[in-house]
């Protein structure tokens, strides 16, 4: 991705994002603090996503 696509890619997910309404944004946002977190990936980082990846990979 060159560096004009990206600047463009970013602008418009903010407008995007400025441009939806108050009430979804809190939604958004209380939705986001309910769901539950990924221990896995939570307690040991980035390695359990490795090994997904590579298995994904090898199948």
Do not use: C
């Amino acid at each position: 991705m060159s560096g004009n696509e990206y600047i463009k890619y970013m602008t418009e997910q903010i407008t995007a994002y400025i441009d939806t309404p108050a009430e979804e944004k809190k939604l958004r946002k209380s939705r986001h603090k309910t769901d539950p977190p990924v221990y896995s990936s939570k307690w040991l980082g980035i390695l359990p996503f490795a090994f997904k990846l590579l298995l994904k990979k090898t199948e």
